[in-house]
């Protein structure tokens, strides 16, 4: 009965988070580096979450705390990340575990983040004639206007039940998650999954 309760809960608490129009996760990535915040009222309003209580990947903990945000700042190779690289750009992957204290289960908020691919017509339009370099002209590298270029996010919820053991889907909690689209991503818990 009190996981039946539990569930309806998260269910209540994950509706409430999605009518509400705010942007509760941003993910921002390059090919070295990405940086996940998550609002501390992550579901309700009044709720904030602690630093504690929120993990990046299985168990990077929190690096920046402000009064109404959680920051994490880690190397794209860390954290149990999934790269895939397609024809139009790189995908990264990572999730968020949120592992309320007094709730004896958790959730995970799977995070993509995409960083589109330039292609060579885009470079040889930005630079013009008269911006090519002499034979003796030196090259500043610290001033080379290179950045990153925008990113998508993207968030699925997920559950994980205790009841049965398996992940579902927060717009119909009876279908189980079955993984990844790319079976190559595996996680620490390959047995918690559907095959």
């Known amino acids: 009965m009190k996981a ?27 090919y070295f580096t990405f940086r996940v915040i998550a609002k501390r009222a992550l579901f309700y309003p009044d709720d904030l979450i602690g630093p504690d209580e929120l993990l990046l990947g299985a168990s990077c903990p929190v690096t920046s705390i402000r009064p109404d945000e959680l920051e994490f700042y880690y190397d794209i190779h860390s ?18 575990t949120y592992m309320p204290r007094n709730i004896s289960i958790y959730a995970e908020l799977q995070l993509q983040c995409v960083i589109p691919r330039i292609s060579q017509d885009e470079l040889d339009n930005k630079q013009s004639s008269d911006e090519c370099v002499g034979e003796s002209e030196s090259i500043d590298v610290g ?4 950045h990153p270029p925008p990113q998508c996010w993207f968030l ?27 079976e190559s991503f595996q996680r620490l818990w390959p047995s918690l999954f559907h095959r």
């Open 156 to 182: 699925v919820l997920k559950r994980y039940c205790i009841i049965c053991g398996h992940f579902h889907f927060p717009n119909n909690w009876l279908i189980p998650y079955h993984g990844w689209k790319d």
């Open 4 to 30: 039946f309760v539990a569930s309806g809960l998260l269910l209540l608490i994950f509706g409430m988070w999605r009518c509400s129009g705010i942007e509760p996760v941003s993910m921002e990535c390059d």
């Open 79 to 96: 954290c149990g990340t999934f790269i895939q690289h397609a024809f139009d750009g790189t995908i990264v992957n990572t999730w968020l």
């Open 143 to 146: 001033n080379l206007d290179f």
